[in-house]
């Protein structure tokens, strides 16, 4: 399946984009759930989940290797003050790329996915209309953008969570609306 068009989205959230799961035989593979601050790249077929809601999701896909790995962030960026962790977009894109580096992948050869940013809480939205999950998306694009990595599909903002999960030997990905 191409990985320029395999975003699969929940019956309430109709994209252009939108078309079937992946083949039953996929689901007999692994599963890895990451949690905010983790970060994962696989050369081994399995799938990477997460739940997001203002955090962003990353995914990068290398289609010559058949590799990929995901990214699980909920502050844009590092301020240098206390730990540096992957729980920063920053560090987290930084890392998940470098971890792909490690296995092979040229980041030339990058395809990216970006997943979450909602603003969950109207009561948490400053004047202007900025929020936190706004600020993830930026920062993620403007990384990628950095790494001339192309963002092939971008399901951010809204008011809504999502359950993104992704396919490391495809880079399929699919997205079901969570939340309210």
């Known amino acids: 399946m191409d990985w320029n068009a395999d975003m699969l ?3 309430s959230h109709h994209r ?8 039953d035989h996929s689901l007999a593979l692994p ?12 050369p081994e077929p399995m799938i990477l989940s ?33 730990q540096r962790t992957s729980r920063y977009g920053d560090i987290a894109i930084a890392a998940l790329i470098e971890q792909l580096n490690s296995l092979g992948c040229k980041t030339a050869n990058l395809k990216a996915k ?6 969950m809480f109207q009561s ?23 790494h001339s990595i192309p963002v ?6 809204g ?15 699919t997205v079901a609306v969570v939340g309210n």
Not at 63 to 74: L, R, S, V, Y
Not at 159 to 173: A, D, F, H, I, Y
């Open 159 to 173: 008011e809504l969570g999502r359950k993104v999960r992704m396919w490391t030997n495809s880079g399929q990905t």
């Open 124 to 146: 948490l939205r400053e004047k202007g209309g900025d929020h936190i999950g706004s600020r993830n998306a930026t920062i993620a694009l403007e990384i990628l953008s950095r």
């Open 9 to 11: 989205l929940s019956q």
């Open 50 to 82: 997460m739940i997001l809601g203002s955090c962003v999701g990353v995914c990068l896909f290398e289609q010559q290797m058949a590799i990929g790995g995901a990214t699980h962030f909920m502050l844009p960026l590092w301020s240098g003050d206390g």
């Open 152 to 157: 092939l599909a971008n399901d951010t903002g």
């Open 114 to 119: 970006i997943f979450g940013g909602a603003c």
């Open 31 to 42: 599963e890895v759930y990451l949690h905010a601050g983790q970060t994962h790249a696989s």
């Open 16 to 23: 252009q984009d939108a078309i079937a799961p992946p083949s």
